[in-house]
């Protein structure tokens, strides 16, 4: 298992510019969970999670820690972006493995856009 494990991180390091668009990725995600760690703050009050036009209340409020989902939601994107990529390497071919590699790094710039502007709004007292 461990002789599979570097064979696979050997194939992937043979490949410099995969290697770097994993590894941009991998450091925008962890600049992620270090904004996230540093901007979640525990609190009494409830922020707006979900917005609906339909309903009698428009924002539905939650505890703060459901912000922690996110977090989670970058862990879970990076594992299964590494796996699928080095899956697609294997499988299709160096070209898709590349490009699917540097889709997740603008995948990963649009959810640093995203979170910024959620903690904001969770933000506002």
């Keep these: 298992m461990k002789n599979r494990v ?3 991180f050997q194939e992937i390091a043979n490949d410099k510019p995969l290697l770097i668009a994993l590894a941009l990725f991998l450091v925008i995600c962890v600049g992620i969970l270090v904004f996230l760690a540093l901007s979640i703050s525990p609190s009494e009050r409830q922020i707006a999670v979900h917005y609906t036009s339909f ?11 459901y912000l922690i989902s996110f977090a989670g939601f970058v862990v879970v994107m990076a594992i299964v972006h590494c796996l699928l990529t080095y899956k697609m390497l294997r499988e299709k071919g160096r070209e898709f493995a590349i490009a699917f590699s540097w889709l997740g790094v603008i995948m990963a710039v649009i959810a640093v856009g995203f979170l910024v502007q959620i903690i904001k709004i969770a933000s506002i007292i």
């Design 6 to 8: 570097l064979n696979q």
């Design 55 to 65: 309903g009698t209340t428009n924002f539905y409020r939650d505890k703060w820690y």
